[in-house]
């Protein structure tokens, strides 16, 4: 199973960027997915997952910024960020979980990570 990530870049504080996940390869079905992110000497956070019916977690700092997206049909999940803050910044990690049979038990697979920065 392959994970990538895209959308990432540099944006003013307040403004908006989209990041995108594709998990694609031999996958029977996906679970949950979530976007991480790291910033530098800090560990690694959850920001938002989404569940394959559709149940959404958000962590308490991007509420009523950020919105995840899934498209199941596609293996796909955005995640729309907006009114960003230089404290946004880091880099983001799509999770992926997912089984590659119907016997198989379900993995975690992580892409490579898109950074976000954000400035003042």
């Known amino acids: 199973v392959q994970v990538v990530e895209s959308g990432g870049g540099l944006v003013q504080a307040g403004g908006s960027l989209r990041l995108s996940c594709v998990a694609s390869?031999?996958?029977?079905?996906?679970?949950?997915i979530g976007w991480y992110r790291q910033a530098p000497g800090k560990q690694r956070e959850l920001v938002a997952s989404i569940s394959s019916v559709g149940s959404l977690n958000y962590a308490d700092f991007v509420k009523g910024r950020f919105t995840i997206y899934r498209d199941n049909a596609e293996n796909t999940v955005s995640l729309q960020m907006n009114s960003l803050h230089p404290e946004d910044t880091a880099v983001y990690y799509c999770n992926v979980n997912a089984k590659q049979t119907r016997w198989d038990v379900f993995r975690t697979y992580w892409g490579q990570g898109t950074q976000v920065t954000v400035s003042s």
């Open positions: 390869g031999n996958i029977f079905s996906i679970n949950v």
